[in-house]
């Protein structure tokens, strides 16, 4: 797909990988609608670096809220009348503990943002997108959706369900909507203590996503 111009809603885009998102689609001269939920701050910072490059609009979006998930939809909608690419980015992580460690609120809260709160989204942003002639849907997910792994087990749990949404959602969505998932290994973002790789790394991955570029499947 090329980019120019396209209207592409990535949420939890005011830090992390979701910012280095905004901003090479940004570069791609894509008009970008960014969300925070917490972070304003970082979010205008992240909107007046996109805007030196393309549109660039700001919306607080609280992805536990069923309330905002269709405000979101009614302004994306007023801003442009369509949405071309979606990028399910937000996403939390309750800490580096052991399973018995965590609380039912932890297990409830990550369920909640990571997995429930992306098949809402999706879910609410299917019609726009069928509408267009060409139209991508990415969500990001982890290589802790592919490999279990110690003291994250509840996200591994959604992770691994991201991937199976995503598996199965594209058995059933028309051929001109795409939908791909990709699987960062450990990168350098406040929900790893900044290990791991730049987040502009993966917001790469995305991007050649987006241009259907990569040769190998992403899920």
Known sequence: MDLKHKIVLITGSSIGIGRE??????????KVILTYNKNKQEGEATSKACKQYSEAHLV?????DDQSIRALVQE???????LDILINNAGVLAGWNSFAQQTFTDLEHQVAVNLTGL???THAFLPLLQHQKEAIII????MAGKIAYDEIVPYCATKFGVRGFTQALALELPKHVKIYCVNPGMTSTQMTNFEGVHPSKVADIILKTAEEKLKKKVW
């Open 21 to 30: 998102t905004a901003l090479a689609f940004a570069k791609q001269g894509s």
């Open 60 to 64: 607080h979006f609280n992805i536990l």
């Open 76 to 82: 994306v909608t007023k801003l442009y009348g369509k």
């Open 119 to 121: 098949m809402k989204v």
């Open 139 to 142: 969500n990001i997910a982890s």
